[in-house]
């Protein structure tokens, strides 16, 4: 009998993507292969210009690959025509951005639920109480995002996210506006709902001790993946990070040549 390996919620598989053609092109991403895990956080890194943003973007359907896959569970996005992506994007797709993105004029219980209003499909009311506790937001349910501080903003957005039941959330910097304590409670917040809902989590940082957060930090340079750190700790991030500067280590300066090392790089 065999066994197969559990689906991974989202993959990209050769991902390539290139901007613009002839002297002003470049490569973003180069060649990457990745999966992110059913259930598990994973947090992107590598320095600016390395592809984070354009992984992301791919892979979440927001632009699209020059060549390769991109996958939410075994939906090939290439497949989809418009109308289809927009559908997945709604229904099995989570976003948490920089900038909260929350809609002024709704409350917090009506931002949170806005997705599936949008969609019709009808709030399962134990399940938002659940989310609504789960970010601490309970007494500021008929309040304005105006009239909340930036990380009870940002918590609004994450219960938003995560509110369809989605395979995937993907957060692109989302403790990027926040300060440290504030972005703190929302990282915690992001691995509490990993952990407890089993929902997975891909998040791109800037930030040591953001990606200390998660299960797994994956790193981008020129385009390419060049390393993997399980069990990640702001210090041991830090001083991968460091390598890039520094030109040491896989794949600093050597973007020719990405040598993988898998289960942590210190
Ligand atoms: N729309 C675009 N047109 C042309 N080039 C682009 C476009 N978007 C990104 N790029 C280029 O692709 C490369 C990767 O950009 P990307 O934004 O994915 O990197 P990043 O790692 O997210 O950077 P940062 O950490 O600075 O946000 C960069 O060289 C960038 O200039």
Not at 169 to 181: H, I, Q
Request: charged share 25%; proline share 5%; hydrophobic share 40%.
């Amino acid at each position: 009998m065999t066994t197969s390996a559990p689906l991974p919620a989202a993959r990209v598989v050769d991902a390539v993507k290139v901007y613009g053609r002839g002297d002003t092109e470049v490569r973003a991403l180069d060649g990457v292969s990745v999966d992110f895990p059913a259930g598990r956080f994973t947090a992107v890194m590598g320095p600016s210009g390395s592809g984070k943003s354009t992984l992301m973007h791919c892979a979440a359907g927001l632009d699209t690959l020059t060549s390769g896959a991109a996958l939410v569970g075994d939906t090939d996005l290439s497949t989809l025509d418009d109308r289809r992506l927009t559908l997945l994007r709604r229904d099995r797709i989570g976003f948490v951005f920089q900038a909260f993105n929350l809609l002024p004029t709704l409350t917090v219980a009506e931002n949170i639920t806005l997705p599936l209003d949008l969609a019709g499909h009808a709030v399962d009311r134990r399940r938002f109480d659940r989310l609504v506790d789960t970010v601490g937001l309970r007494d500021r349910l008929h309040h304005r995002p105006g009239e909340l501080s930036g990380g009870q903003q940002q918590r609004v957005a994450v219960a938003r996210a995560f509110a369809g039941d989605p395979d995937v959330v993907f957060a692109d910097e989302p403790t990027g506006n926040l300060d440290s304590r504030s972005g703190e409670e929302v990282l915690r917040l992001l691995g509490r709902t990993v952990r407890d809902t089993g929902r997975t989590v891909v998040m791109v940082t800037h930030d040591p001790v953001a990606a200390a957060h998660a299960d797994e930090v994956i790193f981008l340079a020129d385009g390419r993946l060049v390393d993997r750190m399980t069990g990640p700790t702001a210090d041991r991030v830090l001083d991968r990070m460091k390598a890039f500067d520094t030109g040491t280590g896989p794949g600093a300066g050597h973007p020719a040549a990405p040598a993988l090392s898998r289960g942590g790089a210190t």
